[in-house]
């Protein structure tokens, strides 16, 4: 398996992306630094630097010119993919994680109530043209505690096919569903929620055609979410806790990554903390492979949507890009009569 | 009414309504039913007879043997019976019968709840009123059968029930495979081995890992587990509760050598007389018991410590010969020996002073010329003090004929190891190896009971033996030792050898004990012999500081000619020499050489040493792991299975099992966070006779034949099931993308993968796993 190691980063991964076709790469780090790298032959295309602390999420709109970042110096930040200009800079609070809708119209940003700030999603039009997002947002979801059906603060989010909804994991192991007309007419109804995790969920990735989404926990599961049912379709066990996963196109698999707290991986050899990503059949849950070369905990993983590598990003801020071997695409189940 | 009743009424009224076809279109509620009649049918169905008098008949005694006293003496006779009967519970009626102006001599009580009436006839029946007087208790419930006409009084022989599961104990002996015992978290379960498939379950439980790891008796008979409450067995095919031995805050159990006697310790002593503890018991914190009935034995206090010199008591605190005739215990100065065929009677007290351990051999030895003279023995050690050396003693038991006995000076410990069968015996000395008295260097003495006059055969080492293990029914023995002057025991990770020995004939024709082989430096601190002998486990296992497991598997008889000793005897003379040139082969020949080193795919391990060309020792590493993680390794009793767990009990991370054959391939794995504990059900001594043996071994091929059937068999249905379940998820996963293709509408999905495709198709699926791709990455 041809892998390659990025060189960049100085501290711990918090994101890594492919763009839309799966040509670019962008990696996101707590030095507050987002590379732009070649996602096929691992050359470092530009560095959009200018954030002042960790950069906790970025999205990249689809034509790859834009993009926008939320980082942890509490600032929403868009940019120019092109030249690595920084366009705009908002102050709104500690960004968790940020989304644009698949048609490149809105873009969404969780906040987390700490360092002073209230807890909100908000959501901004983006401007295709000079991908910079309106003043003011056009809505914002406030956070609130006393309401019984706001299960924990928010966390990730991500958006489903056609525009259709708006997704919002919280920290108590819940997933969020808003209709996003309702969303931007002010409408602030939870269109429906499960409780899928017992913790904390680290991640929330989509399948390839935006019909599913998969969630990784730090309870060590993770699961498989309809989008128009929200029914629980898949769960993942783990055996140590979960910081990522996601759904391979062209064949039927998912990836996991994750290991032990850095509290506790002091206490045992590198070998016993998780750190290696699995592969699982999407469909049967049996593990098909594993991944080692990690020696923290994987952060995250995201996987080319061509389908070829996928890239991890670990807590010991490394980069490494996997192309998948041969045997991976030969990979069949015989299941005849 | 009870409730039951009422349900099953309202069931049958909704029933009932389908049966009536004519009213078919009409709801219940319009319909009139009348209630009361099927009431009485229904009543009437279920045999239920309203019984007015209640459950409560337990709740009276009669009591016989008051006073006769004049009535007008009744309130007094009244307080005397209420004062003595309200001791046990809460008096809810009392009626003393007068007649003709004297009390009847009896009385009938009532108690507000039944267990009090038991009480009242457990504690107070035959109780001293007076000199005169003496109250006989019956139940209400017995008196009105006894005296019933239809009571016969004529003596009837009990029918003897069926002791409990007797023949089952050993039904699971009929089945070839092996079963072995696992615990996750609270629950544990007991399943058959079936190799590199998914164990096959045969019963579980949440009860039977609490206090302490449940382990097996000798013959694999019963299942003893440890509780708050005391010790249980468990045994018979579904692995039902046999007997209870009730031993509050038992912590610890031992099972004797023929697993007929449990041993049950607490480190609290007993407070008070209950269950079967009497007050003879009072301040004991050992009880022997009866595994088959349950029933108590004896019970012992911790030995007294009178002399400083003597070592604090080691468990097991009480020894077994190897017959469970006799058990011993060691006291100050003494051996405490007890007659298990006389319900442990005090046997004998052998003095012995200053007596620093003992132990028994594990089965009887020969002692005399004949091969029927046979005892078992007992050895101890006295330790040396200003004007006595250290004295090693060997004797029958329980004759008490001193067979050897050793003296020795600059000793620190002595230990014994006994070769399972009984035919040597290792004594291990640890001596000061300088004055200081801060280095150890052993001495093993082995005292062989193959030969008349039990010879000794010395070896003097330079290292200080941690661990010695001999070879089950063979003469070849193993040790994890440490070089004191190079390394220490209080280091952070002392570095440790592994030795291997090998027996040669001396020109006199006995038998003499000879290093072979010792490996490189490692932390190795477990040895284990497959119990058919031949394959020997050198592990690592995770423990204190060692955070990195290993496992290595030998065979000790290697045919081949090139096994670890030769390679490595010429690698040493290769490098004397000049490196010769390779002679070029016809093609399509592999040197044997290579041939056998493609085939065992390990590496010479250079850093080993070979003594004196190995003394004949035929070695080879079968297998080695690095990276395992695991706190625990066992063989099962057969010899084929080989297994290691990682407990959570002891780690907190990477919990789970694996097994091995017994050539150290990996045939199963299963991480599962909380594993706890796996143990194999050992199986009982084979009882045939050598003829019998020796037919069974020419017949072999036929057996594994069948059992290759069997196998096969199994394992196709497996692998159909297997594939069954994948289609079922495979459709599953078909119906849910199908149901969103319909809702998403003119979206278009895309799922790439080919089975999707193929199956759509209707073609079939090659067959194909890849194997796991394992990429480590050099990090610069």
């Given at each position: 398996m041809r892998v390659l190691n990025l060189v960049l980063h100085t501290r711990n991964l918090n994101q890594v992306k492919y763009n839309k076709e799966g040509d670019l790469l962008f990696t996101a780090a707590a030095e507050g630094i987002v590379g732009v790298w070649n996602?096929?032959?691992?050359?470092?295309?530009g560095t959009l630097e200018g954030?002042?602390?960790?950069?906790?999420g970025m999205a990249a709109t689809t034509d790859s010119r834009f993009m926008i970042t939320g980082s942890g110096d509490a600032t929403l930040r868009t940019w120019s993919?092109?030249?690595?200009?920084?366009?705009q800079k908002y102050e709104l609070g500690y960004v968790n994680s940020v989304a644009i809708s698949p048609d490149n119209e809105y873009v969404a940003c969780a906040i987390s109530p700490i360092m002073g700030f209230e807890g909100s999603v908000q959501i901004y039009k983006l401007n295709?043209?000079?991908g910079e997002i309106s003043?003011?947002?056009?809505t914002t979801l406030k956070y609130d505690p006393?309401?019984?059906?706001?299960?924990?603060f928010y966390g990730k989010l991500g958006f489903s096919y056609e525009n259709k909804y708006l997704f919002v994991s919280t920290n108590d192991g819940s997933v969020l569903r808003f209709k996003l007309d309702e969303l931007l007419n002010?409408?602030?109804?939870?269109d429906n929620y499960i409780k899928v995790h017992k913790e904390v969920i680290m991640d929330l990735q989509f399948s390839p055609d935006l019909t599913y989404l998969i969630t990784a926990s730090r309870d060590r599961f993770s699961k498989i979410i309809d989008?128009?049912?929200?029914?629980?379709?898949k769960t993942y066990e783990n055996m140590y806790p979960l910081n990522t996963a996601c759904i391979t196109p062209i064949k039927d698999f998912v990836l996991m990554g994750g290991g032990q707290d850095a509290k506790s991986v002091t206490t045992t050899d590198s070998k016993h903390g998780g750190f290696e990503i699995k592969l699982l059949h999407?469909?049967?849950?049996?593990?098909?492979s594993e991944f080692k070369?990690?020696?923290?905990?994987?952060v995250s993983v995201a996987v080319n949507p061509q389908g070829t590598s996928f890239t991890s990003g670990g807590q010991d801020g490394t980069v490494r890009v996997w192309f998948f071997e041969p045997t991976y695409f030969d990979y069949t189940v015989d299941i005849s009569e | 009414m009870s409730e039951v009743i009422i349900e099953n009424t309202i069931e049958d009224i909704q029933n009932i309504e389908l049966d009536f076809t004519e009213y078919h279109?009409?709801?219940?509620?319009?319909i009139e039913i009348e209630t009361e009649a099927i009431e009485e049918e229904l009543l009437a169905k279920y045999n239920y007879k309203e019984d007015?008098?209640?459950?409560?008949?337990?709740q009276f005694i009669v009591v016989n043997g008051c006073p006769k006293a004049p009535e007008s003496k009744l309130g007094a006779l009244s307080k005397v019976i209420n004062k003595v009967f309200s001791s046990v519970g809460e008096i809810a009626n009392m009626e003393v019968p007068v007649e003709n102006g004297s009390t009847k001599g009896f009385a009938f009580i009532q108690y507000t709840l039944p267990e009090s009436a038991k009480k009242a006839l457990k504690?107070?029946?035959?109780?001293?009123?007076?000199?005169k007087h003496k109250f006989i208790v019956n139940s209400f419930k017995d008196l009105e059968e006894y005296g019933s006409?239809?009571?016969?009084a004529e003596f009837k022989e009990p029918e003897l029930s069926e002791p409990k599961g007797s023949d089952s104990?050993?039904?699971?002996?009929?089945?070839s495979r092996d079963q072995f015992f696992m615990a996750k978290d609270m629950d544990s379960q007991l399943v058959w081995n079936r190799g590199s498939e998914v164990p096959e379950l045969i019963c579980e439980s949440s009860?039977?890992?609490?206090?302490a790891p449940p382990r097996f008796t000798v013959d694999g008979r019963f299942l003893i587990t440890l509780h708050e409450q005391g010790a249980a067995s468990w045994g018979t095919d579904s692995m039902i509760e046999l007997n209870k031995f009730p031993?509050?805050?038992?912590k610890r159990f031992d099972i004797s050598k023929t697993g007929k006697f449990l041993v049950t310790f607490s480190p609290?002593?007993?407070r008070s007389a209950y269950a079967s503890f009497?007050?003879?018991?009072?301040?004991?914190?050992i009880a022997i018991w009866?595994?088959?009935?349950?029933?108590?034995l004896k019970t012992f206090p911790l030995p007294p410590i009178?002399?400083?010199k003597q070592k604090p008591p080691t468990w097991p605190f009480i020894q077994w010969t190897s017959d469970d005739l006799y058990c011993a215990r060691l006291g100050p100065d003494a051996i405490a020996t007890y007659d298990t065929s006389k319900?442990?009677?005090?046997?004998?007290i052998i003095k012995v002073e200053n007596i620093q351990s003992f132990q028994f051999s594990p089965s009887k030895c020969?002692?005399?010329?004949?091969?029927?003279n046979v005892s078992d023995i007992l050895t101890y050690w006295t330790p040396e003090l200003t004007n006595q050396n250290c004295k090693v003693t060997v004797m029958e038991f329980p004759?008490?004929?001193?067979?050897r006995s050793v003296n020795v000076i600059q000793v620190a410990s002595v230990s014994f190891y006994w070769q399972n069968i009984g035919h040597y015996l290792a004594v291990k000395i640890d001596r000061w190896a300088n004055k200081t008295r801060t280095k150890i260097s052993s001495n093993i003495e082995i005292i062989n009971f193959k030969e008349t006059n039990f010879p000794v055969t010395k070896l003097e080492l330079t290292e200080r033996v941690l661990a010695l293990s001999w070879e089950p029914k063979a003469d070849r023995f193993a040790t994890i030792s440490i070089d004191e002057n190079t390394?220490?025991?209080?280091?952070t990770l002392p570095s440790k050898i592994v030795q291997f020995f090998n027996t040669l004939l001396t020109p006199a024709g006995s038998k003499s004990w000879v290093l072979a082989y010792q490996t490189g430096r490692s932390h190795t601190n477990r040895l284990s012999w497959s119990p058919l002998g031949r394959v020997l486990c050198v592990g690592t296992a995770m423990?204190?500081?060692?955070?990195n497991s290993e496992l290595k598997f030998f065979d000790m008889?290697?045919?081949?000619?090139?096994n670890i000793v030769t390679k490595l005897v010429s690698a040493e003379e290769a490098e004397k020499l000049q490196p010769q040139k390779k002679q070029k082969k016809p093609r399509g020949f592999m040197d044997q050489q290579e041939e056998e080193e493609s085939l065992s795919g390990t590496q010479l391990d250079r850093v080993g040493k070979v003594f004196n060309k190995g003394n004949g020792l035929r070695l080879r590493e079968l297998a080695g792991y690095?990276?395992?993680?695991?706190t625990d390794f066992s063989w099962d009793s057969t010899g084929r299975f080989f297994s290691v767990f990682c407990s959570s009990a002891k780690v907190?991370?990477?919990n789970g099992y694996k097994i091995f054959a017994?050539?150290?391939?990996?045939?199963r794995q299963e991480d599962q966070m909380g594993f706890k504990w796996l143990s194999w059900r050992p199986r009982p001594q084979v009882e045939l006779s050598a003829a019998e043996l020796k037919k069974i071994k020419k017949q072999l091929g036929e057996y594994s034949k069948k059992f290759k059937e069997i196998d096969s068999r199994a394992n196709d249905l497996n692998f159909a099931k297997a594939k069954e379940m994948k289609r079922k998820l495979f459709n599953e996963w078909k119906a849910y993308r199908e149901e969103t293709a319909k809702k998403s509408g003119d979206y278009k999905l895309f799922d790439f993968d080919p089975i999707v495709e193929n199956l759509a198709e209707g073609d079939h699926i090659v067959e194909e796993i890849i194997s796991t791709t394992t990429t480590v990455v050099d990090d610069e």
């Open positions: 996602a096929f032959t691992g050359e470092l295309l954030n002042e602390g960790t950069v906790n993919l092109q030249t690595g200009e920084n366009l295709k043209e000079t003043e003011k947002p056009i006393e309401n019984k059906e706001n299960l924990g002010g409408e602030h109804k939870i989008v128009e049912s929200m029914d629980l379709i999407k469909i049967f849950n049996n593990e098909i070369g990690h020696f923290g905990p994987v | 279109g009409i709801s219940i509620d319009d007015d008098s209640l459950a409560d008949i337990d504690l107070l029946n035959g109780k001293q009123l007076d000199n006409p239809d009571f016969s104990l050993n039904n699971w002996l009929l089945d009860k039977w890992v609490e206090q031993h509050v805050n038992a609290e002593p007993i009497t007050e003879e018991s009072i301040g004991h914190n009866d595994i088959q009935t349950g029933t108590l009178s002399n400083l319900g442990l009677k005090l046997h004998e020969q002692v005399g010329r004949t091969t029927d004759r008490k004929r001193v067979l390394s220490s025991l209080e280091d423990e204190n500081r060692i955070k008889d290697y045919t081949g000619t090139h690095t990276s395992l993680s695991y907190s991370a990477g017994y050539n150290g391939k990996i045939l």
